[in-house]
């Protein structure tokens, strides 16, 4: 039987692997627009700058590999941040749902008390007394 150590480690493995692959998503969502944005600039700078048509090929093609990475850790840092804090919302949820459960158990536990209380005192005849 495994034990609770075990079962908290594979869930944060879980979790860790879940936020990787939110990460790697957005990473490549990231490179892909960012990447066409950067060929579209390249694009209008190479008709519209001497300048730009002067650069070699491998120079260009480092402007356009920046402009990818930029957008990937850009888009991977910000799906990242999203999945934390869905993460931790659904956490807080969990916590405000146990102690909602246990705030029901308590008042459940003090009603049973009450009534327990009241018949006791019902049958040694005190509530006549402090009813009068």
């Known amino acids: 039987m495994p034990s609770s150590h075990t079962s908290a480690n594979q869930a944060k493995h879980e979790e860790a692997v879940d936020a990787s692959w939110a990460a790697t998503r957005g990473a490549v969502y990231g490179a892909a627009t960012w990447g066409a944005a950067t060929a579209l600039l390249g694009g209008i700078a190479h008709f519209a700058s001497p300048l730009y048509r002067g650069f070699t090929i491998q120079f260009k093609v480092y ?12 888009e991977a840092d910000h799906r990242l941040r999203e999945y934390e804090k869905t993460i931790r919302m659904q956490r ?14 308590r008042q459940k536990r003090k009603r049973k008390a009450n ?8 049958l040694s005849g005190r509530i006549e007394k402090v009813n009068r």
């Open 92 to 105: 807080r949820l969990q916590r405000d749902q146990a102690m909602w459960r246990d705030f029901e158990e």
């Open 115 to 122: 009534i327990h209380l009241v018949k006791r005192l019902s």
């Open 63 to 74: 402007i356009q590999m920046s402009g990818m990475v930029l957008g990937s850790m850009i």
